[in-house]
């Protein structure tokens, strides 16, 4: 495998950690966990008729996206406090690649669950976390609005959906191809 | 004075009130009736669009005071057009059958200040029921504003099959805001 530079002085490189830290990855797993669920049901609970079933799965879909929300914050101040390992040996380009699809990812992981549930404030719908909480209005019942929302939350979805397939193609293409770390170190970690 | 003479008619079960004189009619710009149910604990507005009536009170005559609202069945609106559809049908409202809700006093008494309370009969997709309704009457400029809410119970009239009570609460409010 050629050598190639890393982008931070060899210094700074050293320093840094070989592996994520368990909650990083427990954090990381979690997330694809919902991601896939609320994605799945979201794409599908729409073409339901009007039943009962779809009532549910729509206050499922938004639980699922308020947890989303929240793990997202925890997710990124605990990216910002605790340091990733260093980058796997790769050409240039798709070192950049691959960091410019995790701030996408990071982007649409805070963006896609606001959307919807903004859209659900502007259709009257507010949102009841697990049925305990309700949470706060972010705009005012509003039927336009609640229609350029809804376009938006679907249309930003399916482009999270589009940039985790990529994402998880890249991992497995390291994984198998090139066989280096990339994947294996989400499934190790360490201790702090 | 509230005295002036009043012919009720009852034709194929609607009520209309056809007032010589007396308040005015329920002016339905400024007023509104707001349904509120709720679905996995989630509360959600349904305003009706469509009512007309009137509400008769003085003070010093509770006994000559009426209260009669007509509720156009079908004016729900829950803000989707699905929803809309869905709630007009047989299970739910059944606005082709019943376009129109009621509610007629029979005995009005008074309270302090501007409150007091109003007895009468709601028909509901043909069922009916007896309630006594908290009203607090104010004044907006010179028009009077009677504000008070009612609970119902989906089951009793009929709204919604059952295989819906485990998403959707029984109980509904119904909450107006009524300017003469």
New interface residues.
Partial sequence: MPDYATAAPAAVEAARPRAYTRTAVALHWVMTVLILSGFTLGANMVRLG???LK??LF?YHKWIGITVLGLVLIRGSWRLTHAVPQDEPMPPWQRSAAHAVHGVLYALMLAVPLLGWTYSSA??????YL??W?LPDLVP?N?QL?QVLVAAHTYLAWTLACVVVLHAAAALKHHFFDGDATLRRMWSWRRS | MRTSARVWLATAGLISLAAAAGDPAINLASSSIVATFR???????AAFKGFSGRVDYDPAHPAASRAIMQVTTASLDL??A??DS?VRKHDWLDSSAYPVASFVSSAVSAGAGGHFTTTGTLTLKGRTQTLTVPVTMSRADTAAVFDGTLEISRRYFGIGSP??N???DDKVRVKFHLVE
């Fill in positions: 009007m039943t009962p009532l549910r206050a259709s009257g719908y507010p949102v009841v049925k305990l309700q019942k039927a609640a | 679905q996995e604990n989630v509360p959600v507005d803000g989707s699905d929803y869905e295989d819906w485990g998403v959707l």
